[in-house]
Structure formats: C-alpha cells, structure tokens
C-alpha cells in the first residue's frame, strides 16, 4: 500500500515563498516518477512541476517556470515543491502524485490536498 502524506501549505502574502513535502510510505519512490498539481476553485486541475524517477527530464507549467522548483530526497521517500514568489494566481490545493502511468499524464498514488492561499 503506497500512501502519501502532504505538509505545508497555508496562507501567505504576494511575493513570499513555501515549501510543500510530500512523504511516500510504501513502494519504491526512487524508482518513481512524481509530480505536484494543483486545482484552483472552478477550475481544472493542472499538472504544476514533474520528473522522472532519474531526474533526466523536469516539467514546469509556463506559469511556475523560475519560480517554483521540484526536487525529491530518495532517501527520505520525500518529495518537494519549493514555491518562491508568490503570487494570488498560484492560490489553489496543491497535490502530489507518484508513478506515472506509461508516458500520460496520470499518477497511480495520490496525497491529500493542501490548501495554498496567497493574498495580494
């Protein structure tokens, strides 16, 4: 059973900085690939940063490139999300998932949402 657990998350102001964690229980996280989405309120979710378990390809949204970074420590089944410059738009419920599924876009294991809010 692969569980994943989300930290962070909260309210903060336009150009301030978080990280989110995310622990993976379970499986072989380095041998995963892991990305972060996040749904804003009305909207779709969108896939935010991602790489493959060998770190040979990184994927950010247009929206995050600069700002926001993804990186993961195997050795602590832990993934991140390192959020800098924050801006209201980024407001969502941020999430992580392992274990792509072939070359789409969908994760086998999901974490619990945690709600980003950044007020301007």
């Known amino acids: 059973q692969v569980q994943l657990a989300v930290s962070g998350g909260g309210l903060v102001q336009a150009g301030d900085s978080m990280k989110l964690s995310c622990s993976v229980s379970g499986g072989t996280f380095s041998r995963y690939d892991i990305a972060w989405f996040r749904q804003a309120q009305g909207a779709l979710r969108e896939r935010v940063a991602a790489?493959?378990?060998?770190?040979?390809?990184?994927y950010y949204h247009d929206s995050v490139k600069g700002r926001f970074t993804i990186s993961k420590d195997d050795a602590k089944s832990t993934m991140y999300l390192q959020m800098n410059n924050l801006e209201p738009a980024d407001t969502a419920v941020y999430s992580c998932?392992?274990?792509?599924?072939?070359?789409?876009?969908?994760?086998?294991?999901w974490g619990q949402g945690t709600q980003v809010t950044v007020s301007s």
């Open positions: 790489t493959t378990w060998t770190g040979g390809y990184v």
């Open positions: 998932a392992v274990d792509r599924i072939g070359s789409s876009l969908n994760y086998r294991y």
